[in-house]
């Protein structure tokens, strides 16, 4: 990075899948100013060989003990990889589900934290009820329901963990605003609020 050059921001979406994170995602790379890279789970799972799916996209439930400590090493290569393109002045959008749902306590949340420490980064929480999330579901995937009517576990799962400890600089709800609405509250909060601090207080927790 120059002398003169500022660091890239780095903007974190956090939530369960469906809840509208990747729209979000691309209304701020097309139209907030300036590069913006976009790095996050769909990204990962792409270059994650087949036998170690699904990679950083592992549900809730600890269901996969052997891929744990692959995804690990996935979620801090991505982030050290993020700090390497914001140090070039690259801004950087990240959509991700984290969550502490494994078979054992894995802290991945601190762990990019840490290395995010000291870089111009937002941790912004993406929320939606679980209803509309099972409509677009539905809508994607065909899936929905279990033929008794209910909710499927993991989906439940995601909604309690996804959040957990709830600690952002900015949360949005994607059922009560559009992408783009949505995405100008982030701006807002990015380019007119105060400095980030959601993911010191999330250090501090440790």
């Known amino acids: 990075m120059g002398q003169t050059e500022l660091p890239g921001k780095i903007i974190i979406l956090n939530g ?26 769909d990204r990962i799972m792409d270059m994650t060989p087949e036998k170690f799916q699904p ?12 891929l744990e400590p692959i995804i690990q090493k996935l979620y801090l290569a991505m982030y050290k990889s993020i700090v390497a393109f914001s140090r070039e002045g690259l801004n950087v959008v990240v959509d991700v589900g984290h969550h502490e749902g494994y078979s054992e306590e894995r802290e991945f ?7 995010l ?39 439940e799962l995601w909604q309690n963990v996804v959040h ?5 600089d900015l949360e949005v709800d ?24 959601a993911l010191q207080k999330i250090l501090n927790l440790t």
């Open 164 to 168: 957990d400890p709830g600690i952002y």
């Open 55 to 66: 990679s950083i996209g592992l549900r809730p439930g600890g269901e996969r003990p052997d």
């Open 117 to 155: 420490k000291g870089t111009p980064a937002w941790f912004i929480g993406v929320r939606c009820p679980i209803d509309t999330v099972m409509k677009r579901r539905i809508e994607t995937w065909q899936k929905g329901y279990t033929p008794e009517g209910n909710i499927p576990k993991p989906i």
């Open 174 to 197: 994607t059922s009560l605003f559009t992408s783009e609405e949505c995405a100008a509250q982030v701006y807002q909060r990015v380019y007119e609020g105060p400095p980030p601090s």
């Open 16 to 41: 369960a899948p469906r809840s509208g994170k990747s729209s979000i995602a691309s209304v701020i790379q097309n139209e907030f100013e300036g590069v913006w890279m976009n790095i996050g789970v």
């Open 109 to 115: 949340l601190q762990q990019a934290a840490q290395i």
